[in-house]
Structures are given as structure tokens and as C-alpha cells.
């Protein structure tokens, strides 16, 4: 069973850095892109950022400049460096990756959500 990790959330001051990390676990034979997507209070979720195997990225035009995506492919983590920090980054951060599994048909899974605020 594949499973989704996500780690690094946390409250923090405007202008502050955050790093969040994931990682897939499992038996698991390729994982394609993985991104990263947030989701706040009464709005839908959003995507953050994605990063292809090739390490190719795409960023939310909010986020570019102060977020960075990268992935360790050997580990089938994905990490998201996150830099001056807004109060409007607040939200519940996923990890998404595109996974085909040993046993199964190649799709899209989730993580639980890590909570990020940002609050003087």
C-alpha cells in the first residue's frame, strides 16, 4: 500500500521560512510528478508547485520567487522551501504524486495535509 508522508508545517512570522517534506513509502515501481497543493479556509485547493522526475518545475504565480520545489528521487520524496512567508500562505499543504504501485494501476495520491500558518 503506497502512503504519502508530509512533515515540516508549523506557525511562523510573516517574512518567515518554512520547509515542508514528503515522502512516498510503499511498493512502489516509478513515481512520475509530484507536487505540492494547499488548500485554505473556504477556498478550494490550489496547486503550489509540481516537479517532473527530470527535475522540471511550475510554480502558482503567488508563490514564484519565494517557493522552491525539489525532489529526491532515490528517497520518492518531494520537498517545498518555502521563503518570505505571507499571511495569505496560510492553508493545509498537500503532497501529490502520480505513482504506479506493484500492485495496481498508475494514479494520482495524496498526503494528509500539514498545516502552515503564517502569523505575527
Known amino acids: 500500500q503506497v502512503q504519502l508522508v508530509e512533515s515540516g508545517g508549523g506557525l511562523v512570522q510573516p517574512g518567515g521560512s518554512l520547509r515542508l517534506s514528503c515522502a512516498a513509502s510503499?511498493?512502489?515501481?516509478?513515481?512520475?510528478?509530484m507536487g505540492w497543493y494547499r488548500q485554505a479556509p473556504g477556498q478550494r485547493r490550489e496547486l503550489v508547485a509540481t516537479i517532473t522526475p527530470s527535475g522540471n518545475t511550475d510554480y502558482n504565480g503567488s508563490v514564484k520567487g519565494r517557493f522552491t520545489i525539489s525532489r529526491d528521487n532515490a528517497k520518492n520524496a518531494v520537498y517545498l522551501q518555502m521563503n518570505s512567508l505571507k499571511p495569505e500562505d496560510t492553508a493545509v499543504y498537500y503532497c501529490?504524486?502520480?505513482?504506479?504501485?506493484?500492485?495496481?494501476?498508475?494514479?494520482?495520491?495524496w498526503g494528509q495535509g500539514t498545516q502552515v500558518t503564517v502569523s505575527s
Open positions: 510503499g511498493s512502489i515501481i516509478r513515481v512520475y510528478n
Open positions: 501529490n504524486a502520480d505513482i504506479t504501485p506493484n500492485s495496481g494501476l498508475r494514479r494520482g495520491y
